[in-house]
């Protein structure tokens, strides 16, 4: 038997992105010398602590296979062939707490959620957050299903947005949806598009950003681009400019991957560190005059909003049980509009020499 075991680590966030790797891959390849074996008892023979039920709700989500094609949980697999399969990890003890948290759902039905973040909000407990996340929220509203029942600090989560990111989330109501949707952002299938506000004047209206990206080596917190790609997960942001405003740039950003911090990490590279981005060097005046008055409209401008301007706009996927595409787009939220309003009246005041 030749198996390769991909074991994600839970607390590694892949993103922009963001989806939450925790969960495990594994690959093998059937003895040459093996009869025909039903794929349950086939993977809890090579899966140490696995059982025939998280076996079986993988195959109904989707997530295994056989020669590259989804099989279902009774296929019999035949020597040589190439079996993988994805599984969502056993729930980790932490206590969460169900807090009270209002929730923006934009679309519910009985297997997921799609949820408006607001900038400023936690998805998840951890590193420091251990309440008042949108995770706690969600246990209070739904402590009567099963996937919310335990002290998962991740119950339903198959990606996340940062903290001061605002947009949609999709988060699944049952272990079904959130294994075949785990899968569908594992895969790059499904469609994200992200509205940033960027210092600087981009040279073209559309391009590609391509770059490695991993963890600084200088701070553990943060992430960089690895150009030579030895260090690091690949990573391709696709970009369009919006709008020209002058000192700044509206874009919007199409992810082709799902690193952790992508868009600030791949505009950053390419000189233009998003507005606002205290970890990425956009909280700083960039561009512009040294005249007093703009320092001030600039300053202004940073206390409109709590990070970085970035939002998450648009989400597709395919729905786990009806298999319907969905889609979803939500408006800038009001700070981040009211923010590129002010630029907008800005450059036209300037423009028209009203204004320095």
């Not at 519910?108 to 607001?118: C, F, G, Q, R, S």
């Not at 989330?169 to 594992?186: G, P, S």
Request: charge should be negative.
């Amino acid at each position: 038997m030749n198996s390769i075991t991909e074991d994600i680590d839970p607390d590694e966030l892949d993103d922009a992105g963001e989806e939450i790797e925790q969960f495990e891959h594994y690959r093998f390849i059937a003895d040459p010398g093996q009869g025909l074996l039903r794929i349950d008892k086939f993977l809890t023979n090579r899966i140490e602590g696995i059982s025939r039920n998280r076996i079986q709700l993988a195959a109904q989500a989707g997530s295994i296979f056989v020669n590259g094609v989804s099989v279902k949980g009774n296929y019999r697999v035949k020597p040589g062939e190439e079996v993988t399969v994805m599984l969502d990890y056993p729930r980790r003890e932490l206590k969460v707490l169900p807090e009270n948290i209002p929730l923006n759902i934009v679309y519910e039905d009985n297997e997921l959620i799609i949820i408006n973040k607001p900038a400023g909000l936690v998805v998840h407990p951890g590193h420091g957050n251990y309440s008042g996340t949108l995770v706690n929220g969600l246990v209070y509203k739904y402590q009567n299903l099963e996937l919310y029942g335990g002290n998962d600090p991740r119950p339903g989560l198959v990606h996340r947005i940062d903290k001061n990111t605002s947009g949609l989330l999709v988060v699944a109501k049952t272990e079904l949806a959130k294994i075949n949707l785990a899968l569908q952002f594992f895969n790059k299938t499904t469609k994200r598009k992200y509205v940033a506000l960027v210092w600087g004047n981009l040279a073209s209206d559309y391009g590609t950003i391509e770059g490695n990206i991993g963890r600084s080596t200088n701070n553990r917190q943060i992430f960089t681009v690895y150009p030579d790609g030895l260090t690091g997960k690949p990573a391709v942001t696709h970009y369009r400019v919006i709008e020209r405003l002058g000192y700044v740039n509206l874009v919007e950003c199409v992810l082709e991957t799902g690193r952790t911090h992508q868009i600030r990490v791949h505009m950053k590279y390419i000189g233009h560190p998003l507005f606002n981005d205290d970890v990425y060097g956009g909280d700083r005046i960039l561009k512009g005059t040294t005249f007093a008055k703009y320092k001030q409209f600039v300053e202004n401008c940073f206390s409109m909003i709590p990070g970085q301007a970035l939002h998450a706009k648009i989400l597709g996927f395919v729905h786990p049980v009806t298999k319907e595409e969905m889609l979803f787009d939500s408006e800038l939220p009001e700070n981040l509009g009211q923010l590129v309003d002010k630029w907008r009246n800005y450059i036209s005041n300037r423009d028209s020499d009203q204004q320095i």
